[in-house]
């Protein structure tokens, strides 16, 4: 079955600092993989997508994530931290051709002025 | 930013009462989810719709019923409201035919169950 591990519920880094949220996941085959960023009291907005090819992805708001299959993770980088960066960061996977999407259970990050 | 809206936004009912929420997209879109989340749980996946009067259950389907008889509006219907099902409501929409796969949320429903 299909699982999705975000290890840190919590992330604390200074502002200009660079990021590292972790996403790993299982399932057979290559699925198709997303970060979204959730605001307090806001719906989810997607920042990258991964389906195939180039490994490293780029996003809105200067975010990139690396597609590593031999680790079956998809991590989610930012070189410098901005205080608005400060939200909820969900990672899911989705079954190529199911239309269903398996999300981790969140990592917020606080960001220290 | 994609046409998802979802009414009510907030809502507090009493246990036992019924309680539907409903998702409204302009999008035309054929896929539509309802999702709950809860601290510690991330989104976890209620039902899903893949067309008109086309629906499956997903991960936490028990106490839940939807119905969707028009493209635009995907329903969701708590038959007799449990104090567990308190919790955020969102609503997403997801279209195939484009290459795109994936989800655009709505605003989100608080409900609270009393």
């Known amino acids: 079955a299909q699982s999705v591990t975000q290890p840190d519920i919590h992330i604390t880094v200074s502002e200009g600092a660079s990021l590292e949220l972790r996403c790993n996941y299982s399932?057979?085959?290559?699925?198709?993989l997303f970060w979204y960023v959730q605001s307090p009291g806001q719906g989810l907005q997607l920042l990258l997508k991964?389906?195939?090819?180039?490994?490293l992805v780029q996003g809105i708001k200067g975010f990139e994530a690396e597609f590593k299959r031999s680790q079956s993770s998809f991590n989610l980088r930012k070189p410098s931290v901005h205080w608005s960066d400060a939200a909820e960061y969900f990672c899911a996977v989705g079954s190529p051709g199911t239309y269903k999407y398996i999300f981790g259970t969140g990592t917020r990050l606080k960001v220290l002025a | 930013d994609a046409g998802i809206t979802q009414s009510p936004r907030h809502k507090v009912t009493e246990t036992g009462t019924p309680v539907t929420l409903r998702c409204h997209q302009t999008?035309?879109?054929?896929?539509m989810y309802w999702y709950r989340q809860d601290p510690g749980h991330g989104l976890r996946l209620i039902h899903y719709s893949y067309g008109v009067k086309d629906t499956d259950k997903g991960e936490v389907s028990d106490g839940y019923s939807v119905s969707r008889s028009k493209t635009e509006d995907f329903l969701l219907t708590l038959e007799s409201a449990t104090s567990s099902q308190t919790s955020v409501y969102f609503c997403?929409?997801?279209?195939?035919?484009?290459?795109?796969?994936?989800?655009?949320f709505g605003p989100g429903t608080r409900l609270t169950v009393t």
């Open positions: 997403a929409i997801s279209e195939s035919n484009s290459g795109n796969y994936e989800q655009y």
């Open positions: 991964y389906f195939s090819g180039d490994t």
């Open positions: 399932y057979g085959a290559t699925p198709y």
């Open positions: 999008e035309n879109h054929r896929y």
